[in-house]
């Protein structure tokens, strides 16, 4: 079973910046599609951006577009989340997954294997 780890979160202001990482073992960030999600306290998990194994990205355009990117380093076999412009809306957990190539990047059931998760806090 591949293992993630999230690392990079922490408290800060608003309008701060954020670079979470996943590592994961290579063949994963190689092949896999990479997702970020992340859940707010009595919310449900959303979406926030997905990376595929040749690199194409997709962010959810409604709540990050413009603010956060996410990348990868197939050689440090770690998947980025850059966060920008963060938002007191933008607290919550944030978990990498690793979800079956050609499967919807921005639905929780696609990923088979999901990480621990990093807390964002974000105060205003």
């Known amino acids: 079973q591949a293992q993630l780890h999230e690392s990079g979160g922490g408290l800060v202001q608003a309008g701060d910046s954020l670079r979470l990482s996943c590592t994961a073992p290579p063949r994963t960030v190689m092949w896999y599609t990479m997702g970020w999600f992340r859940q707010a306290p009595g919310k449900e998990r959303e979406f926030v951006a997905a990376?595929?194994?040749?690199?194409?990205?997709?962010t959810n355009s409604e709540t990050v577009k413009g603010r956060f990117t996410i990348s990868k380093d197939n050689a440090k076999s770690t998947v980025y989340l850059q966060m920008n412009s963060l938002k007191p809306e933008d607290t919550a957990v944030y978990y990498c997954?690793?979800?079956?190539?050609?499967?919807?990047?921005?639905?929780?059931?696609?990923?088979?294997?999901w990480g621990q998760g990093t807390q964002v806090t974000v105060s205003s």
């Open positions: 997954a690793a979800a079956q190539p050609g499967s919807p990047a921005s639905l929780p059931t696609s990923y088979s294997t």
């Open positions: 990376i595929s194994r040749i690199g194409t990205s997709t």
